[in-house]
């Protein structure tokens, strides 16, 4: 039923609970009823801003006002606080990683349909402009027929000091960094994946992975090159895209970046790069009057649309953009990951 306002409480404003609390603020439709931390320094940040705040996760539960409950805890918390909600009537936005494994997430699933109420994760970097631009440019085929794309987070200060170290808290960049990079792939490249093979790195951290690199072979499509690292003092670029007619590179969170594409593949003749053991022609650069460089085509997103299509959802007018079947896909795809990590070898998938 269409409401003026949908009541939604947060639980756990820590860092992105507030940031959620400052972006729900400015959506039409939505509201604030309260919040609730299990810190009390948190509990008089949240009166200080003038919220209501609750005493208890119980109190939340029996709120009647409260349409919506946002959870925003560490990750090891998310699937007890979301089956609570779910149970009492309740829609659930949920912090990314859903949960730590997928039989969790079938039965946040189950519990969402049977009690026939909204469960969305906030895998808010479908919104990043740099992911939105590449995707655009795989799908406009600017490039030809893609065959290799590599997405890459990089890092140099080590995991933070916080839950994120902890295994039982769902630590580690899997969850914490893979859980989007691969989300978004799945989202720009279609079809099954047919392997997986992944490493995890342990640099600066023995208790959970600090990085890792994973490499997808998809049945129909391109090869993909994922990783993530948090000691890598020079980055390599955000995203590098090979085609059969061109390369793009976006090398940071600015989109600084291009396109360079072949302009006539009939201009063979290579000036030679003369090298200190002698001359190379395969490697040498193309001439000027062979290619041509393109700006990005770059795409402006709005992160407010993410809880915009919540609201839209529940009046009935629109239709969830990030679906739980996508999310189940990509904590299998984690799980994967892992699996292949601990075996050493090439795992299958689909």
């Given at each position: ?185 799945l989202q720009m490249v279609p079809g099954k994946i047919e392997s997986v093979y992944a490493a995890l790195t342990y640099v600066t951290n ?88 393109e700006p990005l085509p770059v795409v402006e997103s709005d992160i407010r649309d993410f809880y915009k299509n919540v609201r839209d959802t ?37």
């Amino acid at each position: 039923m269409k409401k003026d306002s949908y009541q939604l409480a947060i639980v756990g404003l820590g860092g992105m609970g507030d940031w959620h609390r400052d972006i729900i603020g400015s959506i039409e439709g939505l509201k604030i009823c309260g919040s609730y931390d299990i810190r009390e320094e948190r509990q008089q940040y949240a009166a200080e801003h003038g919220l209501h705040v609750y005493h208890s996760l119980e109190e939340v539960m029996a709120d009647e006002n409260c349409d919506i409950v946002l959870i925003a805890t560490p990750n090891q918390h998310h699937k007890e606080i979301a089956l609570k909600a779910l149970n009492h009537k309740k829609h659930v936005v949920c912090e990314k990683p859903a949960v730590l494994c997928s039989a969790d997430m079938a039965e946040i699933m189950t519990a969402a349909e049977e009690n026939n109420s909204l469960f969305v994760v906030h895998q808010n970097r479908r919104w990043d402009e740099d992911y939105l631009t590449v995707k655009r440019i795989i799908e406009e085929k600017q490039l030809g027929e893609i065959h290799r794309i590599e997405s890459r987070v990089h890092g140099s200060r080590g995991i933070p000091g916080d839950w994120r170290q902890l295994k039982e808290c769902g630590g580690g960049m899997v969850l914490d960094w893979g859980v989007h990079i691969l989300d978004q792939v799945l989202q720009m490249v279609p079809g099954k994946i047919e392997s997986v093979y992944a490493a995890l790195t342990y640099v600066t951290n023995e208790l959970v992975d600090d990085g890792f690199t994973a490499l997808l072979r998809f049945a129909q499509g391109p090869e993909v090159l994922l990783e993530v690292g948090t000691s890598n003092f020079i980055d390599l670029p955000r995203w590098y895209v090979l085609g059969q007619n061109g390369s793009a590179v976006i090398r940071d969170w600015d989109l600084s970046g291009e396109i360079v594409l072949v302009k006539d593949w009939n201009l063979k003749d290579a000036v030679p790069v003369r090298t200190a053991a002698g001359l190379t022609k395969t490697m040498a650069p193309r001439t000027a009057d062979s290619i041509v460089t393109e700006p990005l085509p770059v795409v402006e997103s709005d992160i407010r649309d993410f809880y915009k299509n919540v609201r839209d959802t529940l009046d009935g007018s629109g239709e969830i953009l990030v679906k739980n079947q996508e999310v189940m896909r990509v904590i299998r795809l984690m799980e994967a990951i892992f699996a292949s990590a601990e075996q050493n070898q090439v795992v299958g998938f689909e």
